[in-house]
C-alpha cells in the first residue's frame, strides 16, 4: 500500500509532464517576442501564442495534455507570485511616503467600485469584472495571476482581462507622456500618475522613462508600492469565495493562500537584505518567465468559440475604468497638492 501511495504523485506527476512542456516552449517564444516587443511583453504574447497554436495545431488540443496545462495555469502561476515578491522590498513604501497614499488608494477605490458598479449595469460576468478591476487597480498582469489562484475563474474570464489589461497598457504609453506635457506636470507628478494609472509594470516604465527627468525612477517606486495592494485584496477575495462557497469555519488556509504567505515572505526576505542586489534581475526574469508560462497554459486551454461569448462588454468596461482611474489620480493629485 506505500508504494501505491507514492508511486501515485509520481505517475500524475510524469503523465503532466508533456502538457506542461508546450506551455514552457510557447513561454520560450513568447520571452523573446516580448523583448523584441517589450511595450507587449512576454504575458501577452504567452496567452495569444497559446490560443493561436492550441486553435492551429489539433494535437495540442488533446485531454492527455490537458493535465500538464492545468499545472501550469495553477500550480507555476502561484509559484511565480511567490517568486516575484523577492523584488518587493517592504522599504520602499516608507520611501514614497504617505503623502501618495491618498491617490494609490482612491485610484483603487475608483478601479474596484466602478468595476463592480459598471460591470453590474454592462452584464459583464462577476469573475471578469473582478479580474479586470484588480488589473486595472492594482499591477496588470500579476494582480490577475494572483486573483486567478484564488478565485479560480474560467480561462475565458482570464484572457478577456488579459486582452483588456494589455489594450490599455499600449493606450497609455503612446497617450500619457503627450498629454503630461499638454498638462504641464512636472517630471514628479507625471512619476506619480504613471504609477497610480498605468497597470503593468513593464508599461509604467516605457510611459514615465518616455517622459523624462526623474519620472521613471519615481513611477516605479509608486508602481511597486501599489502592488503591495494585491495582498489585503486577495485575502479578501478569498475569505468572499469560502463564504459562497458554504464553508462555515473557513479554515486559515483557505482565507490565507499559501502562495500569498510565500509572497510575503520573500518580500520580507528581500527587506531584510538577504537576497543579494545582483540576484534581483535573475529572480525577476525568473518570476516574469513563470507568469508567461502560466498564462501560455491559460491559453492553449482556450477556444475562440468561448472566448466569442463575451462579447465587446468586458472591453467596454475597461476602457471605462481606465478613463476613470486616469482621472481621478490627476484630481486626487491637484486636491491633495502633490
Same mark, same amino acid.
Given at each position: ?8 504523485? #509520481? ?8 502538457? =506542461?512542456? @508546450?506551455? *514552457?516552449?510557447?513561454? &520560450? $517564444? /513568447?520571452? +523573446? ?57 517592504? #522599504? ?8 501618495? =497614499?491618498? @491617490?494609490? *488608494?482612491?485610484?483603487? &477605490? $475608483? /478601479?474596484? +467600485? ?67 506635457? =499638454? ?156
Amino acid at each position: 500500500m506505500a508504494r501505491t501511495a507514492v508511486a501515485a504523485p #509520481q505517475t500524475q506527476i510524469v503523465n503532466r509532464l508533456p502538457g =506542461l512542456a @508546450v506551455p *514552457l516552449l510557447v513561454a &520560450a $517564444v /513568447a520571452t +523573446g517576442l516580448g523583448l523584441l516587443v517589450p511595450v507587449i511583453g512576454g504575458p501577452v504574447f504567452a496567452i495569444i501564442l497559446g490560443v493561436l497554436a492550441a486553435t492551429v495545431v489539433k494535437p495540442l488540443r488533446s485531454t492527455r495534455l490537458a493535465p500538464g496545462y492545468a499545472m501550469a495555469s495553477k500550480g507555476v502561476l502561484q509559484l511565480s507570485i511567490v517568486v516575484l515578491g523577492t523584488g518587493l522590498s517592504l #522599504q520602499q513604501v516608507v520611501h514614497v511616503g504617505v503623502s501618495s =497614499l491618498p @491617490v494609490m *488608494l482612491g485610484t483603487l &477605490a $475608483v /478601479a474596484l +467600485g466602478g468595476a463592480w458598479l459598471l460591470g453590474k449595469w454592462l452584464k459583464v460576468g462577476t469573475d471578469t469584472k473582478t479580474l479586470i478591476g484588480v488589473g486595472t487597480g492594482i499591477c496588470g498582469a500579476s494582480a490577475i495571476a494572483a486573483t486567478t489562484a484564488v478565485i479560480k475563474p474560467k480561462d475565458t474570464a482570464v484572457a478577456y482581462a488579459i486582452g483588456t489589461i494589455f489594450t490599455f497598457n499600449i493606450a497609455a504609453v503612446l497617450l500619457f507622456p503627450p498629454l503630461g506635457h =499638454l498638462l504641464g506636470l512636472s517630471p514628479h507628478a507625471f512619476g506619480l500618475w504613471a504609477g497610480t494609472a498605468v497597470n503593468d509594470t513593464s508599461s509604467v516604465v516605457a510611459a514615465a522613462y518616455a517622459y523624462g527627468g526623474d519620472a521613471g525612477p519615481y513611477a516605479i517606486v509608486v508602481k511597486l508600492t501599489r502592488s503591495l495592494m494585491i495582498i489585503p485584496i486577495v485575502i479578501t477575495l478569498a475569505w468572499l469565495k469560502a463564504r459562497k462557497d458554504d464553508e462555515v469555519h473557513l479554515p486559515w488556509h483557505r482565507i490565507v493562500p499559501a502562495f500569498l504567505i510565500g509572497f510575503v515572505l520573500a518580500a520580507a526576505v528581500d527587506t531584510a537584505g538577504l537576497i543579494p542586489d545582483s540576484w534581483h534581475p535573475t529572480l525577476s526574469t525568473i518570476g516574469t518567465f513563470l507568469i508567461t508560462t502560466a498564462l501560455a497554459g491559460i491559453g492553449l486551454s482556450l477556444r475562440f468559440a468561448d472566448m466569442r461569448k463575451a462579447g465587446a462588454r468586458p472591453l467596454l468596461l475597461g476602457g471605462i475604468l481606465w478613463i476613470a482611474v486616469a482621472a481621478s489620480s490627476l484630481g486626487l493629485q491637484a486636491l491633495t497638492g502633490l
